[in-house]
């Protein structure tokens, strides 16, 4: 298929807005013969006037012809196997163009393409052409590539009348690719809430078809995309769309049901997103045990009220009562050890700001884990205005 190309002045890229590290890359690609674009989310924010994250590369080089032209390079990944190109600090992240997945009778080695039998993907390395490369990508908005050859913008998928319209739409068969892999269904909901966008009705149907399948994900995988969910600076709006389409039942399972059994728990966890964002939008680092101590915080004070209840102390109760249940978590979104660790201390430490007199707020104040705690502790009361005056204690004695 004959891809829709936007010429230089029919676009609003500019090289300004490309990361120097980037262009140096494709430059030196281009200059040694190769085809270079950037593809992906690169692209796709450049022409809605965001600021990407990062700039991804594509070419027709070869990771072994990678290593022979960038020396500070690297190559990573057991699913997809690519360079990581090492420039004045910043990493560019280069891949060979892909080809579609195989037909199961094709012979192709193991080692370069392996599917499950339930169709999911755990190994593919078979390269291929910029049009193969695009349509393996996972929504057409995402599957745009910006050619450094001539600055033109190349589009074998739709994505740029989806961009227009404001839809995410899966390219290929919505069924297949999310059992392909699940994880395209939480990142079409993390792209329909950080752009504005809809999610196209096919996908969406899909959605509801396949959401179980979320299960057989990676959970480290999931990992990643939860942290970028929650991260993304607009975690209300992917929350909201996460709900819509039913994907927190099946990432956070006991959670999201002792969410819908009240609102007002539901209005808690959208007033700690959107405390999430105003930090994002403040540029704020914040630590993924803080936002999940955060997010699961009124649910967590609900199970280790129950365990106070039935006889443990309070500080036992924190603990037991939130491994607990990460622990479960962890079945389908694996929360590092030393995080879970962190997330349990910021609850037990919030029995400390009770203790106000003699020396414990000082030794408190000094301890390594006192600012997540504090943190929990300030946003917690502020959106359930309780505590304020032993808030405004702690506040007094952090200016001292
Ligand atoms: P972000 O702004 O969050 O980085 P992104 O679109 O760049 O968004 P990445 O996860 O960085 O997303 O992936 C880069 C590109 O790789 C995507 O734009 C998409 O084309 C492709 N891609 C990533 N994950 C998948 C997937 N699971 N299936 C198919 N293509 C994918
Ligand atoms: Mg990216």
């Not at 599957?143 to 989806?162: K, M, P, R």
């Not at 995309?225 to 600076?233: I, R």
Request: net charge positive; hydrophobic share 40%; with cysteine.
């Amino acid at each position: 298929m004959n891809p829709v190309i936007l010429k230089r002045p029919e676009h609003n890229i500019s090289r300004k807005n490309i990361s120097a590290a980037a262009i140096k890359v494709l430059y030196r690609l281009k200059d040694a013969g190769y085809t270079a674009y950037i593809a992906g989310g690169g692209v796709r924010d450049l022409l809605l006037e965001r600021h990407p994250k990062d700039f991804d590369i594509a070419t027709d080089a070869t990771p072994n012809e990678l290593r022979k032209i960038f020396r500070n390079c690297r190559l990573v990944g057991r699913r997809f196997r690519l360079a990581h190109i090492l420039f004045r600090g910043e990493v560019i992240e280069t891949s060979t163009f892909r080809a579609p997945a195989p037909h199961e009778d094709d012979k192709v080695s193991e080692n370069t393409f392996r599917a499950e039998k339930d169709g999911l993907v755990v190994r593919d390395n078979v390269f291929g052409s910029p049009e193969q490369d695009a349509m393996r990508r996972d929504f057409t908005i995402n599957a745009l590539f910006y050619n450094i050859a001539d600055f033109s913008v190349i589009d074998y998928a739709g994505g740029l009348e989806d961009l227009k319209k404001k839809i995410i739409r899966v390219i290929g068969d919505p069924d297949q690719r999310f059992a392909e892999d699940p994880v395209r269904m939480i990142r079409a909901a993390r792209f329909a809430g950080t752009l504005g966008f809809e999610i196209e009705q096919k996908a969406y149907e899909a959605i509801s078809r396949n959401r179980d399948k979320l299960e057989l994900a990676s959970q480290s995988r999931m990992y990643e995309e939860v942290q970028k969910l929650f991260f993304c600076g607009h975690a209300e709006q992917v929350f909201q769309c996460l709900e819509k389409t039913d994907l927190l039942h099946p990432m956070f399972h006991d959670f999201s049901h002792w969410i819908d059994e009240d609102k007002a728990r539901h209005d808690w966890v959208i007033k700690t997103l959107q405390q999430m964002d105003r930090w994002r939008t403040a540029k704020l680092d914040v630590h993924p045990a803080l936002l999940f101590a955060l997010l699961f915080g009124e649910y967590h004070e609900t199970l280790v009220k129950e365990l106070v209840d039935s006889g443990h102390s309070p500080h036992d109760a924190a603990t037991t009562a939130i491994h607990r249940h990460l622990r479960k978590v962890n079945e389908r979104v694996r929360i590092p050890k030393t995080v879970m660790h962190q997330i349990s201390d910021i609850m037990a430490h919030q029995l400390r700001f009770e203790k106000t007199k003699g020396h414990r707020p000082k030794r408190f104040m000094q301890s390594r884990g006192f600012l997540d705690a504090f943190l929990y502790f300030k946003i917690s009361s502020k959106t359930q205005n309780r505590n304020l005056e032993l808030l405004e204690f702690w506040e007094t004695r952090r200016k001292q």
